[in-house]
């Protein structure tokens, strides 16, 4: 069983990387978005590379998981094994959690790349907001994006450090810290995958405040303390001004959270275990240790020697 990360030029992740080596081995192979999957064009180019590649291997299986229900139900009814399995389901519930006692220094907390289409400036009108950022763009770019933030927000607070010219990274514990002093946690990208922090968000007990968008994020909302909001910096700073009103235990935030993210992990052994005919079965304790590994970069060699193959080259692959 290999969990890999779709690419556009390696639709099928791994699948591409190693399946001719793997060809007289049975294999299931797990393939999960880091972006919006659902539109037709896009559908359709999956489903084919995925019917072409079963043609070449029929020794192997491929199950795409999709981070919201449009996108399964577009590859099933082209019929490709697509399950409702949110990639956010690896979200570590151990680290993000409220923590008790903890002093509330901001309105929002928005943890977003350092890229335009986060479009931070939807926050303008939030009176006090938390950023934690990364580089994900050029470089160039990424500090140009950071540099008219700066300017255009001198009310908010920038949490990472710029270090020699780089975006210094903070640990997932820290970014835990960060949300314990915020009231809402922020999510303003118009499209984009799953998004890891809001559900970090949520499993650290905030409520959250988005907009609309594609992408799967709100799989895991509650109308109590979830709010889809108009994009507008107006209509953004008067959602988060009802949520704080609400005020909802952050513990019934978790609690609930916790439960939609074990239907999802269950959604995931039942497809693995029907992949493999039973063969494979995936931890029945949906808290395991197991379910709480984010997927990591792997250097192509790296990822052959863990599967018992060498490898010529070394592209990295996300695993």
């Known amino acids: 069983m290999i969990y890999t990360a779709h690419a556009p030029y390696a639709p099928l992740g791994a699948a591409h990387h190693f399946g001719r080596r793997l060809a007289d081995r049975p294999v299931l192979f797990l393939v999960w978005f880091s972006w919006t999957m659902r539109e037709p064009r896009t559908v359709r180019m999956?489903?084919?590379?995925?019917?072409?590649?079963?043609?070449?291997?029929?020794?192997?299986?491929?199950?795409?998981?999709?981070?919201?229900?449009?996108?399964?139900?577009?590859?099933?009814?082209?019929?490709?094994?697509?399950?409702?399995?949110?990639?956010?389901?690896?979200?570590?519930?151990?680290?993000?959690?409220?923590?008790?006692?903890?002093?509330?220094?901001?309105?929002?907390?928005?943890?977003?790349?350092?890229?335009?289409?986060?479009?931070?400036?939807?926050?303008?009108?939030?009176?006090?907001?938390?950023?934690?950022?990364?580089?994900?763009?050029?470089?160039?770019?990424?500090?140009?994006?950071?540099?008219?933030?700066?300017?255009?927000?001198?009310?908010?607070?920038?949490?990472?450090?710029?270090?020699?010219?780089?975006?210094?990274?903070?640990?997932?514990?820290?970014?835990?810290?960060?949300?314990?002093?915020?009231?809402?946690?922020?999510?303003?990208?118009?499209?984009?995958?799953?998004?890891?922090?809001?559900?970090?968000?949520?499993?650290?007990?905030?409520?959250?405040?988005?907009?609309?968008?594609?992408?799967?994020?709100?799989?895991?909302?509650?109308?109590?303390y979830w709010i889809t909001a108009e994009e507008s910096p107006e209509a953004i700073r008067d959602a988060v001004g009802e949520m704080m009103r609400r005020k909802v235990a952050p513990d019934d935030i978790r609690s609930r959270t916790l439960e939609r993210i074990h239907q999802h992990r269950a959604n995931l052994r039942s497809a693995v275990a029907a992949g493999t005919d039973g063969k494979v079965m995936l931890p029945g304790d949906l808290s395991a240790p197991f379910y709480r590994q984010m997927p990591v970069w792997e250097t192509r060699t790296d990822l052959a020697a863990r599967i018992g193959l060498t490898s010529e080259r070394g592209d990295l692959a996300q695993v």
């Open 46 to 224: 999956l489903a084919t590379a995925v019917a072409v590649y079963r043609r070449r291997r029929p020794n192997h299986r491929i199950i795409l998981m999709c981070n919201e229900e449009e996108e399964r139900a577009a590859f099933a009814a082209e019929g490709v094994d697509a399950v409702l399995c949110s990639s956010n389901l690896f979200v570590d519930e151990e680290t993000f959690r409220p923590l008790p006692g903890s002093v509330t220094s901001y309105d929002a907390v928005y943890n977003g790349a350092m890229v335009p289409w986060k479009r931070h400036r939807l926050s303008a009108l939030i009176a006090s907001c938390a950023h934690i950022f990364y580089r994900k763009a050029e470089y160039d770019k990424a500090m140009a994006y950071l540099a008219e933030l700066r300017a255009s927000l001198p009310h908010h607070t920038f949490i990472n450090e710029v270090v020699d010219g780089n975006i210094q990274m903070i640990p997932a514990a820290r970014v835990n810290s960060v949300l314990s002093q915020s009231r809402v946690g922020l999510c303003l990208s118009a499209e984009e995958g799953g998004m890891y922090a809001s559900v970090e968000y949520l499993l650290a007990g905030l409520p959250v405040v988005s907009t609309p968008n594609r992408g799967g994020r709100d799989v895991f909302s509650d109308p109590d």
